[in-house]
């Protein structure tokens, strides 16, 4: 069973040495560790939920300000391998919604190695730039969705 919660200081312990390879490498690109990345975005002042499967504490999810004149968001989400897509198919919708209401522009990198993740954004109405960027070593791709012209 999958259940959404606000997401815990608490949640962080149980989630950050449990990450997918890709989140963490996703990660390092940025420079930090998998509890440094969870940590950063609960301080944001943007929101933030924990997923759990079954009770565990398997996903963190949510949306920092990135500029908040011009409603522009970034969406991120740090995941175990206990997280069935279909789970993320299914209520993602209801969270995008949420979410856009705060911030209708939303944009982020993705690894281009992180092909579950990309398949679900492409499914959300995301566009993912075909372009490679190289940040800290890894292949990235921009995504996005709410821009008139990108």
């Not at 990345?37 to 301080?43: H, T």
């Not at 409603?71 to 993602?92: C, E, F, K, N, S």
Request: glycine content about 8%.
């Amino acid at each position: 069973m999958i259940e959404v919660r606000p997401a815990q200081p608490e949640d962080i312990p149980a989630l950050a040495p449990r990450l997918r390879a890709v989140d963490c490498r996703e990660c390092a690109a940025w420079g930090r560790t998998p509890q440094e990345a969870l940590e950063l975005a609960l301080l944001s002042g943007g929101d933030a939920w924990t997923g759990l499967v079954d009770g565990s504490v398997e996903a963190m999810f949510g949306v920092t300000p990135k500029s908040l004149m011009d409603r522009l968001g970034v969406p991120w989400m740090l995941q175990t391998d206990a997280v069935p897509y279909r789970a993320i198919v299914q209520h993602a919708p209801e969270w995008l919604a949420r979410i856009e209401r705060m911030f209708p522009k939303l944009e982020n990198w993705i690894s281009a190695d992180n092909h579950e993740s990309g398949r679900w954004l492409r499914r959300l109405g995301f566009t993912i730039d075909a372009e490679q960027t190289v940040i800290g070593g890894e292949p990235m791709h921009r995504f996005h969705k709410g821009f008139q012209h990108v």
